[in-house]
Nanobody, 126 residues
Framework: QVQVVESGGGLVQAGGSLRLSCAAS????????MGWFRQAPGKEREFVAA????????YYADSVRGRFTITRESHKNTVFLQMDSLKPEDTAVYSC???????????????????WGQGTQVTVSS
């Protein structure tokens, strides 16, 4: 069974920065594409950012492009989300998702799987 664990959330003022971390372990495959999603109170979960296994491709929601940066440790199932210029509307529970990939998918983000972390709260005050 895959374990996905996030860390790094917290409270920050508008304009500030936070860095989230996520690690995936276990499962029967070695390698995962990984992504971040968020859910604000009363809203549906939305995509934030994702990165392919080989880090060749990154994907961002329009609302965070240019402010957030997703990276990963080379050939490891550990990813980071650097969040700069935070806005109050970024307040949400941020969850990490790990997607098992095949050798043909090392440069892709296939879409979310059932492998979710428990989430970490990010609160941005105005």
């Amino acid at each position: 069974q895959v374990q996905v664990v996030e860390s790094g959330g917290g409270l920050v003022q508008a304009g500030g920065s936070l860095r989230l971390s996520c690690a995936a372990s276990g499962g029967i495959v070695c390698c995962y594409a990984m992504g971040w999603f968020r859910q604000a109170p009363g809203k549906e979960r939305e995509f934030v950012a994702a990165i392919s296994w080989n880090a060749a491709n990154t994907y961002y929601a329009d609302s965070v492009r240019g402010r957030f940066t997703i990276t990963r440790e080379s050939h490891k199932n550990t990813v980071f989300l650097q969040m700069d210029s935070l806005k109050p509307e970024d307040t949400a529970v941020y969850s990490c998702n790990a997607v098992p990939i095949t050798p043909d998918d090392t440069d892709k983000w296939p879409g979310p799987s059932d492998n979710w972390g428990q989430g970490t709260q990010v609160t941005v005050s105005s």
